[in-house]
């Protein structure tokens, strides 16, 4: 699993001899252009890379999600390569600094700020179900129709948002791709604080009590954890969740009884498209912190037993394996029977598993893993596989069919218990979490593929199950690789009882904009009445929980006037 097209930069380049004045553009072509120019996996063709900052494409390289491959170029390689890919020299982009005028004037005491309307980390509950009640949503499905913007907050230096927003007690915290952390007003979008993390910062951020008030709790693409004081940023802890060099954290921490559940993935299949890098070592795993100190109270990897040798690739490079399996997702906690879900995602070399592409129970105590309920079985994958050369591609490759959104407990009526899991084969399971997860229910919604099915999650409202369907597609057009604006997308609610469709919504389409892609890969939010997702091609719509009709549509893709210092308090 890896990110949405678009919100992650891939870009390979391989071993090039250094140069006093290297060329951009040769270093592109000889060791790049073979994955962007071909469609392979989820690298973005040139022309979309044309679309970020030449600072954004070095700081990718130099300390984002290609600082791997970014460590094997020197530093004039990387710069003209960033300058080349860019189409624009480096400082073209204005200082990444929050001018002054944007920063609140006044700064008012918090009080009871999880009891107001909120969004707390991730999927809003311990059960992830990404559903809010009216009252605590603060709005009705009769509001929806006449939202309007209020604000719009400029990320400094940062050619995309990156991760999704919190609100509590009128604030409202967001991580971003600049390494920062920032704290606004969630009425008017000044800034009160910004903290400066090791790397990108892509999870929620989760709020709770402590002993200096209240915390703020969050992870970065270093599988750095973080804890800071929610009024002042001021930092707390820090603690690294893994000492692999690839390892990363995606899934938001889930923060319940004093605790911090931290979930691990890695970049390592990317860095398996060199033939001669040594594929795969890394394990998915699961953490247990003290939220007060961020000690490691336990660790449980996925993969039971650490990666061995097995054989040579063709280029005499040693392979290695069990490997992957990470967690791309915030962990599901069921805190009345002290058990945590987590849902894993593929194999990255020969001989996967048997707990990759899988929802795993562990208990919450030990972190002893209860049973592990593998959904695809085989699905050894890297980015060698879509790749040129294929050298590190293991022989039996696989769907790549990871989960990447979190399990969803859900508590029907009489006692029932189910878990809802949404894949990116594009198929929602329910399972049965009381035996061992049997599989009660499977439906599909999509296609699926690498790039397709259910991305980042589902959300439920305890009568159906509301999937979003990435399915990006692309083909080579007269211009390169490009996007298909008319595949993908698309919306479904499943019933939680039999696992039929209730309905489907189709992608609106993406009309005469280019280049453009309707894939929903976003994960979707529910109120009663009200589902909301976000698309590829720029909008953000409300559909009606009944039938699927858009109640609502917001085109994001235009200019905005970035928050200054807003006068007004008022939410609405």
Same mark, same amino acid.
């Given at each position: 699993?890896?990110?949405?097209? %678009?919100?992650?930069?891939?870009?390979?380049?391989?071993?090039?001899?250094?140069?006093?004045?290297?060329? %951009?553009?040769?270093?592109?072509?000889?060791?790049?252009?073979?994955?962007?120019?071909?469609?392979?996996?989820?690298?973005?063709?040139? $022309?979309?890379?044309?679309?970020?900052?030449?600072?954004?494409?070095?700081?990718?390289?130099?300390?984002?999600?290609?600082?791997?491959?970014?460590?094997?170029?020197?530093?004039?390689?990387?710069?003209?390569?960033?300058?080349?890919?860019?189409?624009?020299?480096?400082?073209?982009?204005?200082?990444?600094?929050?001018?002054?005028?944007?920063?609140?004037?006044? #700064?008012?005491?918090?009080?009871?700020?999880?009891?107001?309307?909120?969004?707390?980390?991730? !999927?809003?509950?311990?059960?992830?179900?990404?559903?809010?009640?009216?009252?605590?949503?603060?709005?009705?499905?009769?509001?929806?129709?006449?939202? /309007?913007?209020?604000?719009?907050?400029?990320?400094?230096?940062?050619?995309?948002?990156?991760?999704?927003?919190?609100?509590?007690?009128?604030?409202?915290?967001?991580?971003?791709?600049?390494? /920062?952390?920032?704290?606004? &007003?969630?009425?008017?979008?000044?800034?009160?604080?910004?903290?400066?993390?090791?790397?990108?910062?892509?999870?929620?951020?989760?709020?709770?009590?402590?002993?200096? %008030?209240?915390?703020?709790?969050?992870? &970065?693409?270093?599988?750095?954890?973080?804890?800071?004081? +929610?009024?002042?940023?001021?930092?707390?802890?820090?603690?690294?969740?893994?000492?692999?060099?690839? $390892?990363?954290?995606?899934?938001?921490?889930?923060?319940?009884?004093?605790?911090?559940?931290?979930?691990?993935?890695?970049?390592?299949?990317?860095?398996?498209? #060199?033939?001669?890098?040594?594929?795969?070592?890394?394990?998915?795993?699961?953490?247990?912190?003290?939220?007060?100190?961020?000690?490691?109270?336990?660790?449980?990897?996925?993969?039971?037993?650490?990666?061995?040798?097995?054989?040579?690739?063709?280029?005499?490079?040693?392979?290695?394996?069990?490997?992957?399996?990470?967690?791309?997702?915030?962990?599901?906690?069921?805190?009345?029977?002290?058990?945590?879900?987590?849902?894993?995602?593929?194999?990255?070399?020969?001989?996967?598993?048997?707990?990759?592409?899988?929802?795993?129970?562990? &208990?919450?105590?030990?972190?002893?893993?209860?049973?592990?309920?593998?959904?695809?079985?085989?699905?050894?994958?890297?980015?060698?596989?879509?790749?040129?050369?294929?050298?590190?591609?293991?022989?039996?490759?696989?769907?790549?069919?990871?989960?990447?959104?979190?399990?969803?407990?859900?508590?029907?009526?009489? !006692?029932? /218990?189910?878990?809802?899991?949404?894949?990116?084969?594009?198929?929602?399971?329910?399972?049965?979490? &009381?035996?061992?997860?049997?599989?009660?229910?499977?439906?599909?919604?999509?296609?699926? !593929?690498?790039?397709?099915?259910?991305?980042?999650?589902?959300?439920?409202?305890?009568?159906?199950?509301?999937?979003?369907?990435?399915?990006?597609?692309?083909?080579?057009?007269?211009? !390169?690789?490009?996007?298909?604006?008319?595949?993908?997308?698309?919306?479904?609610?499943?019933?939680?009882?039999?696992?039929?469709?209730?309905? /489907? +919504?189709?992608?609106?389409?993406?009309?005469?904009?280019?280049?453009?892609?309707?894939?929903?890969? +976003? +994960?979707?939010?529910?109120?009663?009445?009200?589902?909301?997702?976000?698309?590829? #091609?720029?909008?953000?719509?409300?559909?009606?929980?009944?039938?699927?009709?858009?109640?609502?549509?917001?085109? $994001?893709?235009?200019?905005?006037?970035?928050?200054?210092?807003?006068?007004?308090?008022?939410?609405?």
């Amino acid at each position: 699993m890896f990110s949405r097209p %678009g919100l992650a930069l891939l870009f390979f380049c391989l071993e090039a001899n250094a140069a006093s004045a290297p060329d %951009g553009g040769a270093l592109y072509r000889k060791y790049c252009a073979g994955c962007h120019d071909s469609g392979a996996g989820r690298a973005p063709a040139t $022309a979309a890379l044309k679309s970020f900052s030449p600072e954004h494409i070095l700081l990718a390289l130099e300390s984002g999600p290609m600082m791997i491959m970014g460590q094997r170029r020197t530093d004039p390689e990387r710069r003209a390569i960033a300058e080349f890919v860019a189409a624009k020299p480096l400082g073209h982009e204005p200082a990444a600094a929050i001018p002054q005028t944007a920063y609140c004037k006044d #700064d008012p005491a918090w009080t009871a700020p999880l009891t107001a309307p909120r969004w707390n980390g991730w !999927g809003v509950d311990a059960s992830n179900r990404r559903f809010q009640s009216t009252a605590q949503a603060g709005i009705a499905a009769s509001d929806v129709p006449r939202l /309007r913007l209020k604000w719009a907050f400029g990320f400094p230096g940062d050619i995309q948002a990156y991760a999704q927003p919190a609100v509590a007690g009128a604030r409202l915290f967001v991580g971003s791709a600049g390494h /920062r952390v920032y704290s606004l &007003d969630a009425a008017t979008g000044c800034t009160y604080w910004m903290f400066q993390a090791e790397a990108p910062v892509r999870t929620a951020i989760s709020l709770g009590p402590s002993a200096s %008030g209240y915390a703020v709790y969050f992870a &970065d693409i270093h599988a750095n954890v973080y804890a800071a004081e +929610a009024s002042t940023g001021k930092l707390l802890w820090k603690t690294r969740a893994d000492e692999h060099s690839e $390892a990363r954290i995606t899934g938001a921490p889930a923060l319940a009884g004093g605790r911090l559940f931290v979930p691990v993935a890695s970049s390592e299949e990317v860095s398996a498209a #060199d033939p001669l890098y040594e594929c795969c070592r890394f394990r998915g795993s699961v953490l247990a912190l003290n939220a007060a100190t961020g000690n490691i109270i336990w660790k449980t990897y996925t993969i039971p037993d650490p990666a061995r040798p097995t054989i040579k690739n063709k280029s005499g490079t040693q392979l290695w394996g069990p490997s992957g399996a990470g967690v791309w997702s915030t962990p599901t906690l069921d805190l009345q029977r002290h058990i945590l879900y987590a849902a894993t995602g593929n194999a990255y070399s020969a001989a996967p598993a048997a707990t990759t592409d899988a929802i795993l129970a562990l &208990d919450i105590e030990s972190g002893k893993i209860l049973w592990a309920r593998q959904l695809t079985a085989g699905d050894a994958y890297n980015l060698a596989c879509p790749s040129p050369d294929k050298t590190n591609c293991p022989d039996a490759s696989g769907p790549d069919s990871d989960f990447g959104s979190s399990p969803i407990l859900i508590e029907l009526p009489h !006692g029932k /218990r189910m878990l809802v899991a949404g894949q990116k084969s594009a198929v929602v399971y329910a399972l049965d979490p &009381d035996r061992a997860g049997e599989v009660l229910w499977q439906t599909r919604v999509g296609r699926g !593929g690498t790039l397709g099915g259910i991305q980042w999650g589902p959300a439920t409202d305890n009568e159906n199950v509301y999937a979003a369907v990435s399915d990006i597609s692309r083909r080579v057009g007269p211009a !390169g690789l490009e996007l298909i604006p008319d595949a993908g997308g698309g919306i479904s609610a499943v019933r939680l009882t039999t696992g039929e469709i209730v309905w /489907r +919504a189709p992608p609106p389409g993406c009309g005469e904009r280019r280049p453009c892609s309707p894939a929903q890969s +976003a +994960a979707v939010t529910v109120i009663p009445g009200v589902v909301f997702s976000g698309s590829s #091609d720029g909008h953000l719509r409300a559909y009606a929980t009944q039938d699927g009709k858009i109640v609502w549509d917001f085109d $994001a893709v235009r200019d905005f006037q970035a928050v200054k210092r807003p006068r007004s308090r008022r939410l609405i």
